[in-house]
Structures are given as C-alpha cells and as structure tokens.
C-alpha cells in the first residue's frame, strides 16, 4: 500500500482582503443575511420569480472540542445522518496522525498543526460562524468547483474577534479551534445540500496547516 502524503496549505491572516471570493469577516451575527440559491432549472424556461428559493435559513450552535489528539465538531443548525457523522458528530481533524497510544488521556496542549481529511460544500445556500467566547480560531477553504486538489485550499486564521460568512460553492470543513473547546452561533440555508470530498479516498493526502502565522 502506497504511504500516505501530508500536504501543507498556507495559513493567512483573516482579512476582507484575503477572503475575496470565499466570503468576508462578519461583525454582527444577527445582522447578517445568508445568501439562498434558486433550484435549479431543468430546461429552457426559467423559474417563476420568488419561488425556489422559500426554504429560509436555519441557526443553530457550532461546537468544536478536542477528545485527545481528535478535533469533533457538532452542527445544531442542521439535523441529518450521513457516512461522515459518528453519533450526530463529525471528525473534524487531528493534531496528530501517530498511533501511538500513550499519548492519550494527557493533559491538553495547542495543537502545532492540524490535519484535515474531508472537505464539503453547499450548493444551495451560504454559511456563517460567529465565535461566542472571543477565541482564535482557523478554517481552511478553496474556491468552487469539483475538479478540487488538496493544493488548492487555504486556512485563515481569525482572531476571535469578529465572524466568518462563506459564499455558497466553497469548500470548507467547518471551523477549527486551537482551544481545547470553542462554541459558535451558526447560520446557513435550511435545505443544507451537502457535495463531499474525502482526500485519503481520492488522493491519499492528507492536508495540514500550522496554527500560528508565520512571523
């Protein structure tokens, strides 16, 4: 069996500037508008304006959490069963790809670096997470398409202080909390049309970022 690659994305600041095309920093959770797209048409003739996009919006908590060296997260927002999902939670990430098993139960740490084995995205509507308790956190994404690479994604790094809305189309894989336990407010379309890439299935990649910028 081949070995299974790490692969390094960059870890840029959060910033308007850098999040162009991806989304945008949010300030006010409960001013924030969630972009909803129109059902798609089958043929030539259009949708009847106002309608295909009435499903709204559903809000819910975010909570992100280290178990050892693996990083759960679980979406209230949404409720649905998938492959993905072990009791209602999702692995997030790692700190660690070792095996090694006295590691475990140890007092918690900062993760170094953080790897990511699954990415999604939703064609029907934006997401938006807003941090409650002022905590750094990071979230890796790439722009849209299915044609997607382990290399084409980037992690931003937030600060806490202010939220993240990402556009509809672009991958992401939730948030990533340096702390050993992160709560946020979440917003995104209520349909929730979920599209998955599984790197260790495709590639056998695995992709990882640092938690601290450079500098």
Do not use: C
């Amino acid at each position: 069996m081949n070995e299974i690659k790490e692969i390094e994305i960059p870890l840029l600041e959060a910033t308007n500037e850098n999040l162009k095309g991806y989304g945008y920093l949010i300030d006010n959770y409960d001013e924030s508008n969630i972009e909803i797209v129109t059902w798609p048409k089958q043929g030539w003739r259009e949708i009847d304006e106002g309608t295909g996009n009435e499903g709204g919006i559903t809000q819910g908590s975010f909570e992100v959490w280290w178990d050892d060296k693996i990083l759960y997260g679980k979406n209230n927002a949404v409720q649905h069963k998938s492959e993905y999902e072990i009791d209602g939670k999702y692995i997030l990430g790692y700190s660690s790809l070792s095996q090694d098993e006295s590691k475990k139960n140890v007092p918690y740490v900062p993760p170094k670096k953080i790897y990511m084995w699954h990415a999604n995205y939703h064609p029907d509507g934006g997401q938006l997470f807003f941090p409650t308790q002022n905590k750094p956190f990071i979230s890796p994404l790439a722009l849209p398409g299915d044609d997607i690479k382990p290399e084409d994604f980037k992690a931003f790094y937030f600060d806490g202080k202010k939220g993240l809305y990402i556009h509809p189309d672009i991958w992401h894989e939730g948030v990533f909390s340096i702390n050993k336990k992160s709560s946020f407010k979440g917003k995104q379309g209520k349909v929730h049309a979920r599209v998955s890439i599984d790197f260790k299935k495709e590639f056998n990649k695995y992709i990882y970022f640092k938690t601290e910028l450079p500098g």
